[in-house]
Structure formats: C-alpha cells, structure tokens
C-alpha cells in the first residue's frame, strides 16, 4: 500500500497558476503509474491525467492539455500537478492516485490521498 498526501491548492483568480504535490510513502514507486483526478461539487470524479513514474510519460485528459503539468521527483517520491492559465471550471477537489496499469478509469486506482481544493474566481 501506498500513503499519499497532496498539498498546494488554494483560492487563485482566473489565469494563475498553481502547483499541487503529492508526496508518496510505503512502496518504491518504480512499478506504479500515478494518477490526477479532480471532483467539483456535483459532479462525477474526473480524469486529469497520469504518469509512469518509472520514465515520466505523461497523458493528459483533453480539458487539461496544454495548460497542465504532470511531473514527478524520484529522490523526495513526490508528484507534482503544475497548473497554468487555470480557469474557474478547474475547481475541485484535485486527488493523486495509484494504478498499477495505463488508465484513466478511477475504479482501477487503488491507493488514494485525502484531497487538496483548487479554487479558481473569475
């Protein structure tokens, strides 16, 4: 089991940027691919994206791409999400996840951390 633990989020205006971190114990990370969900009040737990750690392979959900980083630092098991040009619709709850597989389904994450909100005025 991995224990996961995001911080970073906070209330920004339209345009800002944030970055999320996601730090990561229990396990070596080099088998997982790791994930960034989001959940706005509402509404359903939504893709944004996911890396292999062990290359750094990134894939982004379309609504994300190009504005969104996904990176991570071997040495401190952190992931990070670099946010730009962020936009009101980006508020959430953002979550960072492992899956042991290429996925963007949720249900095939197993490990979960507590959540961090985005939120983003207009």
């Known amino acids: 089991q991995v224990q996961l633990v995001e911080s970073g989020g906070g209330l920004v205006q339209a345009g800002a940027s944030l970055r999320l971190s996601c730090a990561a114990s229990g396990r070596t990370l080099n088998s997982y691919f790791m994930g960034w969900f989001r959940q706005a009040p509402g509404k359903e737990r939504e893709f944004v994206g996911n890396?292999?750690?062990?290359?750094?392979?990134?894939y982004y959900a379309d609504s994300v791409k190009g504005r969104f980083t996904i990176s991570r630092d071997n040495a401190k098991t952190t992931l990070y999400l670099q946010m730009n040009s962020l936009k009101p619709e980006d508020t959430a709850v953002y979550y960072c996840a492992t899956a042991s597989r290429w996925t963007h389904l949720s249900r095939e994450y197993g490990d979960w951390g507590q959540g961090t909100q985005v939120t983003v005025s207009s």
């Open positions: 890396i292999r750690w062990s290359s750094g392979s990134a």
